[in-house]
């Protein structure tokens, strides 16, 4: 729906769906790459793939970056109680 599909900008960007990310100040394109990047991750996740060799800190930070565009105090909540820095930086 962020992507280049066939009207995406004049029939849902425009009229209503920038409204779901109201922290994001940019071009869709721009939020489209954000969000797909997350989509890979969460497939790979969903479908048994192999993370541990990702930038898990990096992947967690496009989490909480993406959430603020749609809702910066829940991605303050998120970042604050977040464990996965402490809990990656005590793996072997």
Known sequence: MLGRGDGYDQRLWRPALHRAFPGHRGR????????DY???FRNKIAHHGAIHHRHLVAD????????R?????????VDQ???VREVLAHRP
Not at 28 to 35: G, I
Request: charged residues 30%; hydrophobic residues 50%.
């Open 81 to 83: 109680h977040s464990r």
């Open 60 to 67: 967690h930070d496009a989490i909480v970056e993406c959430l």
């Open 38 to 40: 997350l989509r890979v």
């Open 69 to 77: 565009f749609i809702d910066a105090g829940l991605a303050a909540m």
């Open 28 to 35: 869709r394109r721009d939020l489209h790459q954000k969000v």
